[in-house]
């Protein structure tokens, strides 16, 4: 038997994500995972094990209920009172191995400031928020991806 424990796992995106191809300029899109290369955070994400948590989220996603906060909280649960964004679209781009997505900035508080970073021409990232364990080769084992913040 295992003690391992799960632990909420926060990424460090190192791509921006930018407006979207629409005419609202919080429409924001970009980057949100990328498979098989060590991310800022020392972890490594294979597609094979994320494909499954990508498909449960894509139908949350697809039902307009995943939301996301301006930052990473401290536990599993996204809190209303911070959401800054719905997450409207996640797909894989096969030729770069990536997770691509599309959000809309609400207005709520928080929404509020992640437009006012954009107004300001402050690059703005996103990155998963997830259950899980690190091997020890980096290796991530994903228990449950609850959204991206």
């Known amino acids: ?11 460090k995106s190192k791509y921006q994500i930018k407006q979207g191809t629409g005419t609202d300029k919080y429409t924001l899109e970009g980057v949100f995972t990328e498979f098989d290369n060590e991310n800022r955070n020392g ?3 294979t597609k094979k094990e994320f494909m499954p948590h990508f498909e449960a989220l894509k139908k949350t996603i697809d039902q307009g209920k995943c939301l996301g906060e301006l930052d990473h909280p ?3 649960e996204t809190s209303l ?3 800054s964004h719905k997450i409207e679209d996640i797909w894989i ?15 709520t508080d928080a929404g509020r400031q ?8 402050i690059p703005l990232h996103i990155s998963s928020r997830a ?3 690190v091997t020890e080769n980096k ?4 228990h449950k991806l609850f959204t991206y913040d």
């Open 43 to 45: 972890r490594v994400y």
């Open 74 to 76: 401290k536990q599993y």
């Open 131 to 133: 259950a899980g364990t």
């Open 93 to 107: 781009d096969e030729s770069t191995n990536k997770v691509m997505g599309r959000i809309k900035l609400l207005d």
């Open 1 to 11: 038997m295992s003690n391992t424990k799960d632990l909420l796992l926060i990424e």
């Open 139 to 142: 290796s991530v084992k994903i």
């Open 81 to 83: 009172k911070n959401v």
């Open 114 to 121: 992640a437009k006012a970073l954009v107004d300001g021409g």
